[in-house]
């Protein structure tokens, strides 16, 4: 079942936290490539000094603003594409980042597996996009979540860095 606005559409904590066990789909040509979601990160509001949103409204983070359920897809060191998922109510700036899916660990090289670009940037997540989000009933226990700080926020200063809001799955024991 492809998740759906109401999905996205609450406190991005949540939201975080719900998408471990849901799969990442990207139609490339006549296929579809699916991959269960492994870890992700929070990033929450005005306050959050980790967040392109901390500064205000910016023609790079607007997408931030808009509804719940679109794509946030941005740029860094000028060569890796970040893909993220916009949640919670319109002009709230809120969005989680897909840090890693599958088998695959770090946003850079998931975008890149999957052929993710900027002009999915401010795209709804669904079929007609040609990439989007879906429940396909995977049931993933809390006792199974670790929490840490994100990855890569120094310059958000001691609080926002050290705050738990990088969910991941735990690595299973064989």
Do not use: C
């Amino acid at each position: 079942m492809i998740l759906k606005q109401k999905f996205f559409n609450r406190p991005a904590l949540k939201v975080t936290e719900d998408l471990l066990g849901k799969f990442l789909v990207r139609k490339i040509g006549n296929k579809e490539v699916a991959l269960m979601i492994t870890e992700v990160e929070a990033y929450d509001g005005f306050q959050d000094k980790a967040s392109h949103a901390y500064r205000g409204k910016t023609k790079r983070n607007e997408v931030m603003f808009s509804e719940a359920g679109r794509f946030y897809i941005y740029l860094i060191y000028g060569f890796h594409n970040m893909l993220n998922i916009v949640t919670g109510k319109k002009n709230y700036p809120a969005a989680i980042l897909i840090r890693g899916a599958g088998d695959i660990s770090g946003p850079g090289r998931l975008t890149k597996f999957l052929k993710i670009g900027r002009h999915f940037n401010n795209k709804k997540a669904n079929r007609k996009s040609g990439l989007w989000i879906e429940d396909r009933g995977i049931k993933i226990s809390k006792r199974n979540i670790k929490r840490t700080p994100r990855i890569g926020v120094n310059y958000a200063g001691k609080i926002w860095a050290k705050k738990p809001y990088r969910f991941f799955l735990k690595q299973k024991k064989a």
